[in-house]
């Protein structure tokens, strides 16, 4: 039984990386912003999460907050981010979005509209939910096993 679950989770691997692969051919403009997978993966959040803290992102990544400040300070020197100071807690700043980060999103959300028009509106849309609740519940299983460790 357990082999069938692991060929599941062998097509899922092959199956997102050629997701991936296909993403980044479709949105090639992406490249030109020479990114790592840490600042890209952080841009996202970032984009998604508005006047978010450095805390925050270092307990959603799972990595320090030295490591996030890293790649922040990179973040801002190319003006993908800015910092700004929280009012109510100055030893805290909020990250948002700087100029370069607002063309990188805006690029994001182009290339998200062009997969959802020409492939994914091609897909039921209780497919597509039941996928999402799927991963959903598989991520939660991962958060919550790392956290009884």
Same mark, same amino acid.
């Given at each position: 039984?357990?082999?069938?679950? /692991? ?5 899922? =691997? ?22 790592? %997978? /840490? /600042?890209?993966?952080?841009? @996202?959040?970032?984009? *998604?999460?508005? *006047? %978010? ?6 307990? +959603? ?8 400040? /890293? %790649? @922040?300070? +990179? @973040?801002?020197?190319? =003006?993908?981010?800015?910092? &700004?100071?929280?009012?109510?807690? *100055?030893? !805290?700043?909020? %990250?948002?979005?700087? &100029? !370069? ?26 497919? @597509?939910k039941q996928m999402l609740q799927t991963m959903q519940k598989i991520n939660k299983l991962i958060m919550e096993s790392k956290q009884e460790t």
């Open positions: 039984m357990l082999s069938e679950y /692991q060929t599941i989770v062998n097509g899922l =691997h092959e199956a997102f990386y050629e997701y991936y692969m296909i993403y980044n051919k479709g949105a090639k403009k992406l490249d030109e912003y020479n990114l790592t %997978v /840490q /600042q890209e993966n952080m841009m @996202l959040y970032i984009m *998604r999460n508005p *006047r %978010v803290t450095a805390n925050a992102i270092a307990a +959603k990544f799972s990595i320090s907050k030295s490591a996030v400040s /890293q %790649v @922040l300070s +990179k @973040l801002e020197a190319r =003006h993908f981010i800015v910092r &700004e100071n929280n009012p109510d807690n *100055r030893r !805290e700043s909020f %990250v948002i979005l700087g &100029e !370069e980060g607002e063309k990188y999103a805006q690029l994001i959300d182009e290339a998200d509209a062009t997969f959802v028009r020409t492939y994914f509106s091609h897909i039921e849309i209780d497919d @597509l």
